[in-house]
């Protein structure tokens, strides 16, 4: 435990002992020999100073953890999807999720770990046009992984962080036809993300553009900054100099090839 954790700890350690009955009966005593004329007030004036302390001792802990206290830290992630269906027309997709919108699930489906978002934490998703069909965000349909538990709009293979590569699984659907994007497969004894892209029209005659056998990929892109916001590249640049020293150590540590190259992700997650 670090010293601000203990710190903290032992602040609200003394709110809650200011606050007992045995503390008041003992602290109202001393005051009283002291104070006679005053004891209650000094008493009421040092409770509410220690449950002030307590509290302000509790959101020093809620910021630590939630991660606050690291600005390198991202919230919102960049995901873009990219792959290529048996006739040859590439598809590429990109998205944001912000991992801080609840819920999250953490789920395990015979063995596959999953996690899941729902659809208010994605956003940005620009549409994508296949073959003649057109998906837009509000067509992102609710998959369910593990029977009898909630579904999400997005499943991964593993929780968000910048560089990763992770499974994917999303579908979108609507009058036109329907668009699926990775999968998830369940047989015995295990469950498996399968990789591929499938796409199918409602119309007559019906159009399966693919048998399943193609594969997506996923890069997901994670920064200080608010993708969209004007000062997006800065303040990324700038918690990463604060977080590693320089941009070349951050280029290292994160595994681009250069500096040009880190500089380069920021500005695809930034969008500007």
Same mark, same amino acid.
């Given at each position: 435990?670090?010293?601000?954790?203990?710190?903290?700890? *032992?602040? *609200?350690?003394?709110?809650?002992?200011?606050?007992?009955?045995?503390?008041a009966?003992?602290?109202?005593?001393?005051?009283?020999?002291?104070?006679?004329?005053?004891?209650? &007030?000094?008493?009421?004036s %040092? &409770?509410?100073?220690a449950?002030? &302390?307590?509290l302000?001792?509790?959101?020093?802990?809620?910021?630590?953890? !939630?991660?606050?206290?690291?600005?390198?830290? &991202?919230?919102?992630?960049?995901?873009d999807?990219?792959?290529?269906?048996?006739?040859?027309?590439?598809?590429?997709?990109?998205?944001?999720v912000?991992?801080?919108?609840?819920?999250?699930? =953490?789920?395990? *489906?015979?063995?596959? *770990?999953?996690?899941?978002?729902?659809?208010?934490? $994605?956003?940005g998703?620009?549409?994508?046009?296949?073959?003649?069909?057109?998906?837009?965000?509000?067509?992102i349909?609710?998959? $369910?992984?593990?029977a009898?538990?909630?579904?999400?709009?997005?499943? %991964?293979?593993q929780?968000?962080?910048?560089?990763?590569?992770?499974? $994917?699984? /999303?579908?979108?659907?609507?009058?036109?036809? %329907?668009?699926? $994007?990775?999968?998830?497969?369940?047989?015995?004894?295990?469950?498996?993300?399968?990789?591929?892209?499938?796409?199918?029209? =409602?119309?007559?005659?019906? =159009?399966?553009?693919?048998?399943?056998?193609?594969?997506? !990929?996923?890069?997901?892109?994670?920064?200080?900054?608010?993708?969209?916001?004007?000062?997006? =590249?800065?303040?990324?640049? !700038?918690?990463?100099?604060?977080?590693?020293?320089?941009? !070349?150590?951050?280029?290292?540590a994160?595994?681009?090839?250069?500096?040009?190259?880190?500089?380069?992700?920021?500005? /695809?997650f930034?969008?500007?």
């Amino acid at each position: 435990m670090n010293k601000l954790a203990i710190a903290a700890v *032992a602040t *609200a350690a003394l709110g809650a002992a200011a606050t007992s009955p045995a503390y008041a009966g003992i602290n109202m005593r001393f005051l009283g020999r002291l104070f006679p004329l005053g004891a209650n &007030a000094m008493h009421v004036s %040092f &409770a509410k100073l220690a449950r002030a &302390a307590t509290l302000l001792a509790a959101g020093i802990l809620a910021s630590v953890s !939630s991660g606050w206290m690291n600005p390198a830290v &991202a919230q919102t992630f960049r995901v873009d999807v990219s792959g290529t269906f048996t006739s040859g027309t590439p598809f590429a997709v990109s998205f944001l999720v912000n991992t801080n919108a609840a819920p999250v699930l =953490h789920q395990n *489906a015979q063995g596959l *770990a999953l996690v899941g978002y729902g659809d208010a934490a $994605i956003s940005g998703f620009g549409g994508v046009n296949v073959e003649g069909l057109t998906f837009a965000q509000s067509d992102i349909q609710d998959r $369910i992984a593990v029977a009898n538990q909630p579904g999400a709009a997005v499943f %991964f293979s593993q929780d968000l962080a910048n560089g990763a590569t992770p499974s $994917i699984w /999303m579908r979108l659907e609507n009058l036109s036809g %329907f668009l699926e $994007i990775g999968d998830v497969s369940c047989g015995f004894p295990s469950c498996q993300f399968l990789n591929q892209l499938e796409v199918e029209s =409602h119309g007559v005659p019906k =159009h399966v553009e693919d048998s399943g056998t193609e594969t997506v !990929s996923v890069q997901i892109t994670g920064y200080a900054g608010t993708p969209g916001a004007p000062q997006c =590249h800065g303040q990324s640049v !700038s918690a990463l100099s604060r977080q590693f020293g320089t941009l !070349s150590a951050a280029a290292d540590a994160l595994g681009f090839a250069s500096v040009t190259a880190l500089q380069a992700s920021i500005t /695809m997650f930034c969008g500007n």
